[in-house]
Each structure stands twice: as C-alpha cells, then as structure tokens.
C-alpha cells in the first residue's frame, strides 16, 4: 500500500503551504484565528421551521426566521439564503408572495410575485431567496425573512407535512 505524505510535492520536496494563501490561517491550522482568504466561509448559522406558515396579510410578517450574526471583520459579507418548501396558497389563481429579506430594519432583498399566476390550489412549488449583504459592522446583526400574500387569498410554506424551510446565514471573507 503507497503512503501519501502531505507537505511535500511528487519529488519528496516539502512545500510551503501557507505562502501560497494570503490572510490569516485558522488556528487549527497553525494560524491565529477567524480571519480568512477573501471568499471563505468563516461560520454559518442556520434556523429551520417544520410547521407550516401562512399570512393572508397584504403586510409584510414575520415568518418566524430570525437570525442574529456577529462578523469577525466589517470588511465581510454575509450571505443570506432563504428556502422556503412546498409553498402554497388558499385559493384563487390570482394569488402570490411576497417574501424578503431584512437588515435590522432595511429591506436588502426581496422577490415580489411568486407563483402569482399558473398555480392552482394543492400545487406545491419552492422559493428560494439569496443575497450578498455588505453590513460594514463587526456588531451582532439581526437578519429575517418577512412575507406577505400579493392578494386577497392566503399564502404558506411547509404547507405539505413533514416539509422543512431553512434560512442560513454565511460570513464570507472580504
């Protein structure tokens, strides 16, 4: 059986690894800390309802997503991903959501009209919702989903059981 030894190239010259990466390593790594490439994903932090949402509000609501992170550095970024299952509606054809995402209280993100058109009662489809955020803070920041019915019907997620909808937060290296 061939061992691999790491650290050394295909002559048995060893490398140098971390002259090729800019940044500070991780400290598992031998580096001081959080403090990463540009584009690394340096943590996440992930919320997940079951139970089915739903609003017949023409008002933005709450969907219960709340999530507070704190960046290691105010040159980061955060990537925010919501993904809401098996989405549906009460009745009516002319009937849709709204769903967005908020910044302590400014809208960064937002979709306006899905599945206005097209979908009868008991159709399913999912919604996904992503933005890069620039927040220029290493202060804890709150993010949520909020969503709203475009009509006069009712909208909601997890609306087939067992269905589970997550957002998820990433701070990114700048």
Same mark, same amino acid.
């Given at each position: 059986?061939?061992? %691999? ?9 060893? +490398? ?5 990466? &800019? ?14 490439? &540009?584009?690394?994903? +340096? ?8 139970? %089915? #949402? *739903? %609003?017949?509000?023409?008002? =933005? #609501?709450?969907?219960? =997503? ?9 040159? @980061? ?14 009745? /009516?054809?002319?009937? $849709? ?7 302590? *209280? %400014?809208?960064? $993100?937002?979709?306006? @009209? ?7 009662? /008991? /159709?399913? &489809? ?30 909601? =997620?997890?609306?087939? *059981?067992?269905? &589970?909808?997550? =957002?998820? +937060? ?5």
């Amino acid at each position: 059986m061939a061992l %691999t030894r790491l650290n050394t190239n295909a002559y048995g010259t060893s +490398l140098n690894l971390a002259s090729n990466v &800019t940044g500070t390593l991780p400290a598992a790594n031998g580096g001081s800390g959080r403090t990463a490439v &540009t584009g690394n994903v +340096l943590q996440v932090q992930q919320q997940v309802i079951t139970a %089915t #949402t *739903s %609003t017949s509000s023409t008002s =933005f #609501t709450d969907t219960g =997503f709340s999530i507070a992170i704190t960046p290691s550095s105010s040159s @980061n970024k955060i990537l925010c991903v919501v993904n809401l299952q098996s989405v549906a509606k009460d009745s /009516g054809i002319n009937s $849709g959501m709204s769903v967005r995402i908020v910044r302590t *209280s %400014t809208d960064i $993100g937002k979709t306006t @009209n899905h599945m206005y058109e097209g979908w009868t009662v /008991g /159709g399913y &489809t999912t919604l996904s919702l992503v933005y890069l955020d620039s927040p220029s803070t290493t202060s804890a920041t709150t993010y949520k989903a909020t969503f709203k019915n475009r009509e006069s019907n009712g909208v909601m =997620f997890n609306a087939y *059981s067992g269905d &589970t909808s997550t =957002f998820t +937060l990433y701070e990114v290296a700048g």
